[in-house]
């Protein structure tokens, strides 16, 4: 699966740095799964038919769900990003129309995604998550499911390994920062939180749309 590697677009790092989901290193595979077997989970309890993914990067969720069964999509801001997608959808003898180029800001309820949006690791990298929160309550019909690093875990986590000692181990591109608590509590002012799961490192909620 292509990935971008750490690629830069208008001075911010886009999709992944490294192919995290085929790593070889024991610990990376064993964080991941805990990761994949969280999102898996949550998705596999809602049953969607349809599944848009905010954020999709190079389209590994995007693939593995319509591999699936499900009618999925998604989108990233990154025009580069969404090439990757097309072409890792192409290299799978699936469609590359279902990714698209847009912006968690732009988003309408003109978008028609289906039962379930999923938002993964993106509302770190905003300025303004408020933002984010709001045009997702535009476009969620009933489930959302998103997710965060855990702070200060990540970070600790990031300096026992040697990474990013200079910044106290944030990764490049995190703007914000929240605990387990703090994530609930801001994603509680916009949706009802349905479950929380806590793959280490990552808070993850499960969502409903507020009648």
Known sequence: MKISGGQEENGLVVGNAYDK???????????????ESALAGLVAAIAPRAVYEVGCG?????????????TASGCDVSPAVIGLARENAVARGLSPDVFSVASIYDLT???????LVVCCE????????????AALQRIVSDYLIVSVPREPIWR????????????LGN???????????????????YFDVVEVRQP??????????RP
């Open 200 to 209: 280490l490192p990552w808070t993850m909620l499960l969502c409903r749309k």
């Open 122 to 133: 993106v509302l770190e990298h905003l300025d303004d998550p408020r933002a984010g929160l």
């Open 156 to 167: 600790a986590l990031n300096m026992a390994r040697g990474k990013y000692l200079g910044q």
């Open 171 to 189: 990764t490049p591109g995190h703007f914000q920062h929240w605990s387990a608590s703090g994530f609930r509590r801001l994603v509680g002012e």
């Open 58 to 70: 190079e389209g590994y969720w995007v693939l593995r769900w319509t591999e699936e069964g499900k």
């Open 109 to 115: 309820g003109a978008r028609q995604p289906g039962e």
């Open 21 to 35: 989901y085929g790593s070889r290193n024991i610990i990376v595979r064993r964080l991941m799964s805990g990761f």
